[in-house]
């Protein structure tokens, strides 16, 4: 496989951030109508960093069929570079969602995952994965082996962002996620996530289990509840921020791609509580923008921008109003 050097040159500057993980098409279904837009959690966190203006490169598989030139063309408008060696499959993977009343979507997957074991020539700033590649074999062996070599050399960030329907037994699952959350920095979870790693632990006993494993900072979205941020010298709970509900799909990842570009612009500040607030302030009012918007259509720079600045802005994390 070519390496990050070759997509390094091709986006003509030092990618930030690299995101390694699935893309594939959503099929949105409703009673009335079916919608298909491209997605997958990694996918759609590398997207959502390219319209925060962060120099970003996707390394996935996809196939160059339809499908996967629609979800091609998708990165390519939110300025995001595929890496050498993601069109390796012979038919892009679909995940089926069937829509709620309440917004809330289920998911049944078509996807076959096997990447290569990538070797970079260099590192970004910030390494992320997380989803089904980093649980599904084959390419979750190559996930982990690249999370090996990288997070000596940058910022590792996590969402295992738990699909039940596609992984072995819980033990199995269980034990993926702490030996890859032991080469991480930040690790991002769903309190659904965390309830289903950790039948009987209360949130804050999650979040305190898993920088035990290793990680630097812990944070657990609990949607209308907000999201609490915790780390070795803090903790901090952000309320909610009010918004009228189109659907749920990509909010999660789109507080990820804000959180990631926090990371990039805190300075030295490592987890100070005033560092915390400002990182989930900022992806808790992005995913609050993407709620308001069909699919996973995540905010620009400019507007998480304003959104941040505007007075009702305090800290808060994202829910549902359907008022």
Excluded at 152 to 162: E, L, R
């Amino acid at each position: 496989m070519e390496n990050f050097k070759a997509a390094r040159h091709e986006a003509q500057q030092p990618l930030d951030a690299v995101v390694v993980g699935e893309a594939l098409i959503d099929v949105v279904t409703t009673p009335n109508s079916q919608v298909e837009h491209p997605g997958g959690s990694p996918a759609n966190v590398a997207y959502g960093l390219g319209l925060l203006g962060v120099t970003t490169g996707l390394l996935t598989a996809i196939a160059p069929d339809a499908r996967g030139i629609s979800i091609e063309n998708h990165l390519r408008r939110a300025g995001v570079t595929l890496l050498p060696g993601s069109k390796s499959l012979t038919r892009t993977a679909t995940a089926t969602a069937a829509m709620g009343p309440d917004g809330s979507a289920t998911y049944d997957f078509d996807i076959h995952w096997d990447l290569p074991t990538p070797t970079p020539a260099y590192f970004p700033k910030v390494l992320h994965t997380g989803s089904i590649a980093t649980f599904l074999n084959p390419g979750a062996g190559a996930v982990k082996a690249l999370l090996k070599r990288a997070h000596t050399q940058c910022t590792v960030t996590y969402d295992p962002n738990i699909r039940p329907s596609l992984l072995g037994s819980h033990t199995e699952a269980k034990a993926t996620f702490e030996e890859l959350v032991s080469l991480t920095d930040v690790v991002k979870l769903s309190d659904e996530d965390a309830h289903w790693l950790y039948p009987g632990k209360t949130l804050e006993e999650t979040a305190a289990h898993i920088l035990r494993l290793g990680t630097g900072l812990t944070v657990i979205t609990k949607g209308a509840e907000g999201s609490q941020l915790t780390s070795a010298d803090a903790s901090v709970n952000i309320p909610a921020v009010r918004a009228r509900v189109a659907d749920t799909i990509g909010a999660g990842d789109s507080y990820m791609a804000a959180l990631i570009l926090g990371l990039l612009t805190r300075g030295t500040g490592g987890f100070a509580p005033a560092v915390l607030e400002q990182l989930g302030r900022t992806a808790a009012t992005a995913a609050a923008i993407t709620v308001q918007r069909a699919g996973a259509n995540p905010p620009t720079l400019d507007e998480l921008t304003s959104a941040v600045e505007a007075p009702t802005s305090a800290p808060r994390a994202f829910a549902h109003d359907q008022a």
